[in-house]
């Protein structure tokens, strides 16, 4: 592999002091002009005499772990004439120097500059810098001198509080930086990482502690950059994604901010998790094949990346040509491959397609789908103020269920929904935080959700960051498809953020479809909470459908059965601007007789019996539905069956409509007809039972108050009648 590799400097050097032998330090001894492993530095790095002592007797020298994969610079930091302060950055240089790259001397296990200091001033002090990329993000030490303009007076011995050497001699650097100086500390301890300065004409590769590896083919271009690999800990992503995820975390860090990093289209990077063994993830053989790597960008946003088939070996491109480079000890994870996750970092993009992109985190996720568990509930009536459990489910591509993943609910709040009181929702079983819950085995996830008390419509959604969900509900088609969900073949299949372009990024080779993950997607429920007594059934059809009665007014009541038991059925009712519905059920089949319904027609609780022009509505299964009238006659009959039909007048017309089921395992009618119609007995004296010309279909306005009773025939006999309150006993009913 071709790289930036540094000068090997010739050992002769014109020095101010000579070479020190080896000394053991004492570790408690602190000079504050230097700072490097030997001096409460960084412990991976150290400078070597003339500098400094011989630092390989320090407990922090790692014998073996010299990185000889970097480019570091030194810059040479102009202090004035007061003695330097305890900081690298304070005061800020006067007119510092332009970096200069350092030699690779790899028997020595050295990286040098031969330093010549012709142009410094004589009595002013100088900070020697160390960096890889730049001061600010890739520091490692630096060491105080003074300029003399004759022979040092002392030592440059790392317990000499400032180091002194003749202005105008040349001063060889020489420095050691191990495997970890840009390792993250964690509790204490430098984290697994590989630092490398490279140049992307001659590929990279990466292997950090067996754990990671990158593997870059050599691009037909050349760029300069140095990345540090290294394992983060979940807690940096948690939050970011609410798939379920697993194993390590991987991060990288650009301390050449300059570098652009882009990958040709046809030149594909390659990044690979080791060391997992899918078979202790608790997952499916068909959810370990879609687990997917999930690059967190540094601009906030995460993406999916191909998935390459498992332990591939690394491409001829990009291993060493140069044996100096000692990469074989670095990939002993191909001599035993083992069960590891491999994904494939597209090139010639941009928006994280590039290396440069790399800045942030990448860790292994399932992808996910979200979606109604019943697909009724994404629109319901209900009471207001009433509780709703509403669920919905977390699956995969295949969809089979998926446990782990986060779902996170909210109550929607907009000034078209419901003004002066708010719903609210909670999991169930609860968590520490209402909204947010785990999904199970079973994939199901499910709140408590309680209406506002006001009328209107109420919007509550629920979702994860990255899970994907009918994007259709929202701001229009995602991905492919607006229609099909879930989309195809996609694999994975990932949701864009609202408002964002529809366009994938596709692999030539494969046709596979991935995309940017949406900050946080969402599945809609909406529930219109009604005030009790005011709604619409869905149909007259002699079923109660799920939900279809939630906004009527309930009333059980005890109804005769031939025989002589009795069973408790319940009464529905409920009008909306222009129409009367009502309901009777009955526990129990094979009971088909008829049901009657006889209002008071003035509200006043009939006092003085029947009167002239109340309506009657009747259903039999045998003959059908009917609109009646009290006529002259009936208006004085003590039995429960007379009346005049409708049509039998002129202008009159059958307004009942009515059906029957007992298919379910119990006795449903169904009844509805307009509030209020025009329809009067007439002409005085031209039809039966038509004194004068009254009404003969209910006149009902909103707020007014009228009665009713109930016959209902059920079985054969007189046992199985019922009248409800009973007869000439009207229920008052006030019209919403």
């Not at 494939?344 to 994280?352: H, I, K, R, S």
């Not at 909406?526 to 007014?553: N, V, Y």
């Amino acid at each position: 592999m071709k790289r930036i590799l540094p000068l090997l400097l010739s050992a002769a050097f014109v020095v101010a002091c000579e070479e020190q032998p080896t000394v053991p330090l004492d570790e408690a001894s602190v000079n504050l002009a230097i700072s490097d492993g030997a001096s409460d530095g960084n412990e991976e790095f150290f400078f070597f005499p003339p500098l400094a002592d011989d630092p390989s007797g320090h407990p922090n020298f790692d014998v073996g772990a010299f990185n000889e994969f970097l480019a570091p610079l030194v810059s040479i930091c102009h202090l004035g004439t007061d003695e330097p302060p305890d900081s690298p950055t304070e005061p800020p240089c006067e007119n510092p120097g332009i970096p200069m790259p350092m030699g690779l001397d790899l028997a020595k296990e050295q990286y040098r500059l031969n330093w010549k200091t012709d142009d410094l001033l004589p009595d002013h002090y100088y900070r020697i810098q160390v960096f890889v990329g730049t001061e600010e993000t890739g520091f490692l030490g630096y060491r105080d001198i003074l300029a003399l303009s004759g022979p040092p007076v002392a030592s440059c011995s790392t317990l000499d509080p400032i180091c002194q050497i003749n202005a105008g001699s040349t001063v060889p650097i020489k420095v050691r930086i191990e495997d970890g100086a840009f390792c993250p500390l964690v509790d204490g301890e430098r984290a697994p990482c590989q630092t490398q300065s490279f140049d992307l004409s001659g590929g990279v590769y990466f292997n950090v502690d067996d754990q990671f590896l990158l593997d870059v083919p050599q691009q037909p271009f050349s760029e300069q950059g140095t990345v540090t690999f290294q394992e983060c800990t979940v807690d940096d992503v948690g939050g970011k994604l609410d798939l379920p995820m697993f194993g390590p975390c991987l991060e990288t860090v650009i301390l050449t901010p300059e570098f652009e990093g882009e990958l040709d289209p046809n030149a594909t990077a390659t990044i690979t998790f080791c060391n997992i063994d899918v078979d202790t993830l608790g997952l499916s053989a068909a959810q370990a094949a879609n687990l997917r790597v999930h690059h967190f960008r540094d601009d906030g946003s995460v993406e999916a990346l191909r998935r390459t088939p498992p332990c591939p070996a690394p491409s001829t491109t990009s291993l060493p040509s140069n044996p100096v480079q000692r990469f074989a000890s670095r990939i002993l994870s191909w001599i035993s491959p083992r069960p590891l996750i491999a994904t494939a970092l597209a090139g010639g993009g941009m928006g994280g397609n590039s290396l440069s992109g790399m800045r942030s985190k990448f860790k292994i996720a399932l992808p996910a789908k979200i979606n109604y568990v019943d697909v009724a509930d994404a629109t319901r009536v209900a009471l207001a103020g009433s509780p709703l459990t509403t669920q919905a489910i977390v699956t995969d591509l295949n969809g089979d269920a998926v446990a782990g993943a986060t779902v996170r609910w909210n109550v929607l709040e907009d000034p078209d929904l419901v003004v002066g009181s708010v719903s609210s929702a909670a999991c169930d079983p609860g968590t520490t935080d209402d909204l947010v819950c785990e999904t199970g085995s079973s994939g199901i996830v499910q709140v408590s959700w309680l209406l506002a008390t006001d009328p209107g419509v109420n919007k509550l959604t629920a979702g994860g960051r990255g899970i994907a969900d009918p994007r259709e509900a929202f701001n229009g088609p995602r991905g492919k498809d607006a229609v099909v969900y879930p989309l195809g073949p996609f694999d994975p299949f990932q949701p864009i953020a609202a408002g964002e372009s529809t366009a994938d990024t596709i692999d030539t080779a494969t046709q596979e479809t991935y995309e940017t993950i949406a900050e946080n997607t969402r599945l809609l429920f909406t529930a219109i909470g009604c005030e009790a007594g005011f709604g619409t059934p869905t149909t007259i059809d002699g079923t109660i459908e799920s939900g279809e009665w939630d906004c009527a007014i309930q009333q059980t009541f005890p109804v005769n059965l031939s025989g002589g038991s009795t069973v408790d059925a319940t009464l529905y009712y409920m009008n909306d601007d222009t129409t009367f519905y009502l309901a009777v059920v009955v526990p129990g089949t094979g009971r088909v007789n008829g049901l009657r319904v006889e209002w008071d027609a003035n509200g006043n609780g009939n006092a003085f019996g029947r009167e002239v022009g109340d309506d009657v509505w009747e259903f039999e299964p045998d003959g059908g539905a009917a609109d009646k009238f009290v006529d002259d006659k009936c208006s004085t009959s003590s039995q429960s069956s007379c009346g005049e039909d409708d049509t039998t007048s002129d202008g009159g017309a059958m307004d009942t409509e009515a059906a029957f089921d007992n298919s379910g395992g119990e006795t449903v009618y169904e009844m509805s007809h307009p509030l209020s119609t025009s329809q009067t007995c007439g002409p005085v004296g031209g039809k039966k039972g038509c004194s004068s010309a009254f009404p003969i279909d209910l006149q009902a306005l909103v707020g007014e108050t009228k009665g009713l009773f109930l016959t209902l025939r059920l079985g054969s006999g007189a046992q199985g009648n019922t009248q409800w309150p009973g007869f000439l006993e009207y229920h008052m009913i006030t019209i919403k």
